[in-house]
């Protein structure tokens, strides 16, 4: 998952002796892991850089990669910019199924920056990392070069109510509380709510955002209008799109 930061070996190896690791140019598992511990909680890799979040309650794992599909395409593009925003969908039932969804796409390329929810392998809750920052993923059209994509992975519709309770056990169907999708939609799990509450306050501070207010609007934007929040959900860049209008509030409204 760190290919980006890969290509910088002067700048792994400054940081592996930082670390206290040695310094072979390659930041892998034992650097990630030697990381995590020197600096007191996970990292992310945000723009080509290992970045620090210490103190964070939630975990960050970095197993999975979109960097390539099996086909030997590109999930991604380099990013020309630094994001100016932060987009928020929802996709899969879990974690696992959301990156298997996105590396299994045939014909297509889809990706996210980060998935948030459910680990089934793991058996905990947790934030992935399929990309780094410093690329551009594939989830909101022309979107996509001003963004990073976050996808919360459980389900909001009830069809699949009983698909989502395999990992989201205590998952209802309620009314759906904005004005956009169906009358009814599942709620959203607590602990979900809350790790991703956190963890986009975090992004957004790293990504330098945190001066610009979050959008928690039902409004469609503009790219150049969306753009001028630090985080939209879906449902701002398109009248088709709902997510994630029903739970913005619980996700980013803190």
């Known amino acids: 998952m760190f290919e980006l930061v890969n290509k910088n070996k002067e700048y792994v190896k400054q940081l592996q002796e930082e670390i206290g690791v040695h310094a ?7 650097s990630l892991k030697a990381a995590e511990e020197y600096y007191g909680g996970p990292v992310i890799a945000h723009m080509g850089k290992i970045v620090p979040i210490p103190g964070a309650s939630y975990v960050v794992d970095h197993k999975h990669s979109l960097w390539q599909l099996p086909d030997g395409t590109r999930n991604h593009r380099m990013r020309k910019g630094d994001a100016s925003s932060i987009c928020v969908h929802w996709g899969g039932l879990n974690v696992k199924h959301c990156y298997m969804v996105f590396f299994g796409a045939k014909d297509r390329h889809v990706s996210s920056h980060f998935g948030i929810g ?19 993923a594939y989830h909101a059209g022309k979107f996509n070069g001003y963004s990073i994509g976050i996808d919360i ?16 056990p205590d998952a209802q169907v309620i009314p759906n509380p904005s004005g956009r999708g169906p009358s009814e939609c599942v709620d959203l799990d607590p602990e979900i709510a809350r790790i991703a509450s956190e963890f986009i306050e975090d992004l957004r501070k790293i990504a330098e955002l945190d001066h610009k207010p979050k959008c928690l609007d039902e409004e469609v934007y503009s790219v150049k209008d969306a753009s001028k929040f630090s985080v939209v959900g879906h449902h701002n860049l398109s009248k088709n799109k709902w997510d994630c209008a029903p739970w913005m509030e619980e996700l980013y409204g803190n």
């Open 118 to 136: 459910w680990d089934p392998v793991e058996e905990r809750y947790e934030i992935d990392q399929w990309l780094d920052t410093g690329v551009v």
């Open 24 to 30: 072979d140019g390659i930041f892998g598992k034992g």
């Open 153 to 168: 992975t459980q389900h909001p519709s009830p069809k699949y109510l009983k698909h989502t309770q395999k990992f989201y």
